[in-house]
């Protein structure tokens, strides 16, 4: 498997707190990064994608890339019990495989 | 939005049987399929890539005469677990992506083997 690496976790917010999440990854020539977000016993489901440098924003998630330093990371902002998951980013490889980090479990404490 | 249909959900059989996992797009043609496994507690591991029409790429340390896997179509993938072991139970996941990435990367909803 490629590096895509995830901080360990777990982690934990309050409620209405920022969770960050962050990844970094080691093929230079991934051009676009995914997050996603995997309850227990489901499939990781999409929730969002980032292709340019910067700041993308999408309701409660901001995701940031930053392809100089090769780090891609997820905000959540006022979070939610109902986002307690475990979150994972993903980067195709050159090569066309789809690549998983390790994942970040997330608990959010009422 | 794009759906990938996985059966079964779940299944369970007895050790040296095979099983056969498949993953249809529904709405959009899939020229690639991952086929992933996830061990409790654990990340996705990819275990092959397949292209429509060509042979799967497989992972280093997946066994490919034991997880065969078939893209006839570019709707249609099977994963075939073959002379399954209680070893192989674990979570299996596909994915699809179109040629243009119009949909990214659309996962199925997954297929809990467990080998008995």
């Known amino acids: 498997q490629k590096e895509v690496e995830q901080n360990s976790g777990p982690l934990s917010v309050p409620e209405g707190a920022i969770a960050s999440l962050n990844c970094t990854y080691s093929?230079?020539?991934?051009?676009?990064f995914f997050w996603y977000r995997q309850y227990s016993g489901k499939s990781p489901e999409l929730i969002m994608f980032?292709?340019?440098?910067g700041d993308k924003e999408d309701g409660r998630f901001t995701a940031q890339l930053n392809k100089a330093s090769q780090y891609v990371s997820l905000l959540i902002r006022d979070s939610q019990p109902s986002d307690s998951a475990t979150y994972l980013c993903?980067?195709?490889?050159?090569?066309?495989?789809?690549?998983f980090g390790t994942g970040t479990s997330l608990t959010v404490i009422p | 939005g794009a759906v990938v249909s996985q059966h079964p959900s779940w299944v369970i059989c007895k050790s040296g049987t095979s099983v056969k996992i498949e993953c249809r797009s529904l709405?959009?043609?899939?020229?690639?399929m991952f086929w992933y496994r996830q061990f409790p507690k654990q990340s996705l591991m990819l275990m092959a890539t397949?292209?429509?029409?060509?042979?799967?790429?497989?992972e280093q340390g997946v066994e490919k005469d034991k997880f065969l896997i078939n893209h006839a179509s570019l709707t249609l993938s099977t994963l075939t677990v073959t002379s399954a072991h209680p070893e192989d139970s674990s979570f299996y996941i596909c994915?699809?992506?179109?040629?243009?990435?119009?949909?990214?990367?659309?996962f199925g909803s997954g297929t809990r083997l467990t080998v008995v």
């Open positions: 709405d959009f043609q899939a020229t690639t």
């Open positions: 994915s699809a992506r179109d040629g243009q990435l119009l949909h990214g990367y659309t």
């Open positions: 093929d230079r020539g991934s051009q676009s």
């Open positions: 397949s292209n429509e029409g060509s042979k799967a790429t497989y």
């Open positions: 993903a980067a195709p490889e050159t090569g066309n495989q789809f690549y």
């Open positions: 980032i292709y340019s440098n």
